[in-house]
């Protein structure tokens, strides 16, 4: 008797699929790691001065800021959707929707939330040159998921 050992079919993945997993996981890491080390003080008044600050409204600590970064954790999820796409069934009704997998839309989701919080940054904080980095960022995820190979890579199918 022979014992066989099934091997996973062979992926192709576009590069635009490649990319967008890139930056996802990029942009996730960083949004947790920075949105922890708002949350509880990490680097102190060196790293975040606080009259940052005074320029937001209804904000007087960076806890909040740091909250809403650690939805990054939502990149570092899409991201995995993206290489992955792993079949779940609670999204199926997204998915219907848009005819792509789930992974798809919130790619396109992502980048455009990170577009506009780097539009309220310029506008409210100092500029760094970070900020034209990470703007990049949510506008290649806007775009990259639109190309057809990223698209029928992604199909419902």
């Known amino acids: 008797m022979t014992l066989t050992v ?35 003080g990490i680097g102190g008044e060196s790293m975040l001065p606080g009259e940052y600050l005074d320029a937001l409204p209804l904000v007087n600590s960076w806890v909040v800021p740091g909250l809403i970064l650690m939805i990054g954790f939502g990149s570092l999820l899409a991201a995995f959707g993206v290489w992955r796409r792993p079949a779940w069934a609670w999204l199926g009704g997204l998915e219907r929707l848009t005819g792509h997998h ?7 989701v992502i980048g455009v939330g990170q577009v506009i919080w780097i539009t309220l940054e310029l506008v409210s904080i100092p500029f760094s040159a970070l900020m034209p980095t990470f703007g990049a960022i949510g506008l290649a995820l806007i775009l990259l998921p639109l190309t057809f190979s990223m698209r029928g890579y992604l199909d419902e199918g």
């Open 6 to 40: 099934a091997r996973a079919p062979e992926v192709h993945r576009p590069l635009p699929v490649t990319i967008v997993t890139a930056l996802l996981g990029v942009l996730g890491i960083g949004a947790v790691g920075g949105g922890f080390a708002m949350t509880f």
């Open 102 to 108: 789930w992974s798809w839309i919130a790619t396109i």
